[in-house]
């Protein structure tokens, strides 16, 4: 088991930046590989971004690259996930989730939750 706690969320202006930050409690933090996913009003929940457990690999979903970033700090058993240049379509709600196995862009893969976090990016 593990648990995941999701912050750093809250209301920017288009342009601005956030951080999130998923700290996981629980089993190995290290030996998982995580995962953002975001979930808009009426919209179906949807990859973001994620990072292999030796944070070696990470994945974008196209509509972020090049404007987040996942890291992951084994010692500190958290991931985050740095916005930059936010865009209103990039306003949802934010979960990280966690995997024992391999790293991946679908949800399935996923096997916790954390309860996320709001993101609310005004025009």
């Known amino acids: 088991q593990v648990q995941l706690v999701e912050s750093g969320g809250g209301l920017v202006q288009t342009g601005g930046s956030l951080r999130l930050s998923c700290a996981a409690s629980g089993r190995t933090f290290s030996n998982f590989a995580m995962g953002w996913f975001r979930q808009a009003p009426g919209k179906e929940r949807e990859f973001v971004a994620a990072i292999s457990w030796s944070a070696g690999l990470t994945y974008y979903a196209d509509s972020v690259k090049g404007r987040f970033t996942i890291l992951k700090d084994n010692a500190e058993k958290t991931v985050y996930l740095q916005m930059n240049s936010l865009k209103p379509e990039d306003t949802a709600v934010y979960y990280c989730?966690?995997?024992?196995?391999?790293?991946?862009?679908?949800?399935?893969?996923?096997?916790?939750w954390g309860q996320g976090t709001q993101v609310t990016v005004s025009s």
């Open positions: 989730a966690a995997t024992l196995r391999r790293v991946g862009v679908l949800q399935g893969l996923y096997d916790y």
